[in-house]
Structure formats: C-alpha cells, structure tokens
T-cell receptor, first 116, second 112 residues
Framework: ETGVTQTPRHLVMGMTNKKSLKCEQHLGHNAMYWYKQSAKKPLELMFVYSLEERVENNSVPSRFSPECPNSSHLFLHLHTLQPEDSALYLC???????????????FGPGTRLTVL | GNSVTQMEGPVTLSEEAFLTINCTYTATGYPSLFWYVQYPGEGLQLLLKATKADDKGSNKGFEATYRKETTSFHLEKGSVQVSDSAVYFC???????????FGKGTSLLVTP
C-alpha cells in the first residue's frame, strides 16, 4: 500500500533552475520527512516536520528549502543545485509527533532528480 | 552514534533457496529495528519490525529476531520467489528523536 504520493516522479534540471518537489500523505499522520537516497550510500535524513513545524534539519545545504503548509503536504524547493545533488528524494510520514518506539515511517515512491 | 551494518550485495539465489541477509547495529539503549524493502522503481515499504529484545518480526514468509546479545537482526526466508527480488534495508529507530538509521541496503536477485 502507499498512502504517500510524490510528484514529479522524474525531474531533470540545470544548475540555475528553480524547481519544487511535492509530497502528499493521505494517512492522517502528524510527522513528515525528506530523505535523500544516493547510490552506494545509506539513506540520509534531510528534514523532519511535526505538526507543520520543522523539528530537525541535518545540516542540509541552503539550496534545499523545505516547506510544510499543513500536516498533509510537504515541499522541497530546489535552487542552484549541483550535479552531486542528483539522487532519489524520498518523502515519508509517521503517526506520532514525538519520539515513539517502533513508530513506522511510510514512504512515497520518490522523485528521481538529475542535475545537469 | 547509532549505525547499521548490512552484508554487501548483490545476493543471487535460485528460486526456493533459503535466504539470510545479515544486519548488525550499534546503538545506545533499546532501539526498535526494522526491515524495509524497495522494489524496482518504488519507494521503501515496511517488511517487518521488532521493538524489544527477543521479539520476532514476520511478514510474507520473512522473519527476523531482535538479538540484543549479538546486536543483530538478520532477515531470513525459507524459500524465496522471483517476486522477492528487491533491495532490502535494515534500519533502527533510537529511543528518542525522529531519525531512522538505515544500512546501505542489500540487493537480492532471485532467478527461476
């Protein structure tokens, strides 16, 4: 099952472009996440939002700018990216707003980003 | 810090073979442990989880037991199918914070 959708599924952009990734969750969850998946590397947590408030930012460059207008939607705004930013960007959501043992994160299909 | 180590892939098996994918972890306290699976072109899906020592998670014929004494959470399946071909990720969730710490993933290919 997937209650988390992401658009677009594929994106090619130049280094001077501005684009946005969109994530929507239909699960009634309170927390949402952005992850970066690069080849040969573990998934990297980028941002966490809980009840529309950013609660964690793992030293992500400012060319990535998240936005969470409500608990169902999450955006990642991209500006002046580098070729090394090419990766699969995954959105996820979970039920609880705080730390909870065993809380499951549900993932979207991802956006495959290529920066030329 | 917290970390997860998985066996390197790719793993290639014939249909109906026995599968083991090793996973060990480093963490303080008592984390929860997960296996996620990623089929080609898709996002990650939760396969199974265990929240305390000696718990066994199971789903779709896959099993993993939370072994605190060996800090391991190895994934097993008695008889794999071609449809099990995917990338498998071991992950841990610490007692506090939001982050899931993932391993690098193990690619499994099952041939007819």
């Amino acid at each position: 099952e997937t209650g988390v959708t992401q658009t677009p599924r594929h994106l090619v952009m130049g280094m001077t472009n501005k684009k946005s990734l969109k994530c929507e969750q239909h699960l009634g969850h309170n927390a949402m996440y952005w992850y970066k998946q690069s080849a040969k590397k573990p998934l990297e947590l980028m941002f966490v939002y809980s009840l529309e408030e950013r609660v964690e930012n793992n030293s992500v460059p400012s060319r990535f700018s998240p936005e969470c207008p409500n608990s169902s939607h999450l955006f990642l705004h991209l500006h002046t990216l580098q070729p090394e930013d090419s990766a699969l960007y995954l959105c996820a959501s979970s039920q609880e707003q705080g730390a909870r043992i065993g809380d499951t994160q549900y993932f979207g299909p991802g956006t495959r980003l290529t920066v030329l | 810090g917290n970390s997860v180590t998985q066996m390197e892939g790719p793993v290639t098996l014939s249909e109906e073979a026995f599968l083991t994918i090793n996973c060990t972890y480093t963490a303080t306290g008592y984390p929860s442990l997960f296996w996620y699976v990623q089929y080609p072109g898709e996002g990650l899906q939760l396969l199974l989880k265990a929240t305390k020592a000696d718990d066994k998670g199971s789903n779709k014929g896959f099993e993993a037991t939370y072994r605190k004494e060996t800090t391991s959470f190895h994934l097993e399946k008695g008889s794999v199918q071609v449809s099990d071909s995917a990338v498998y990720f071991c992950a841990l969730s610490p007692n506090s914070g939001y982050a899931l710490n993932f391993g690098k993933g193990t690619s499994l290919l099952v041939t007819p």
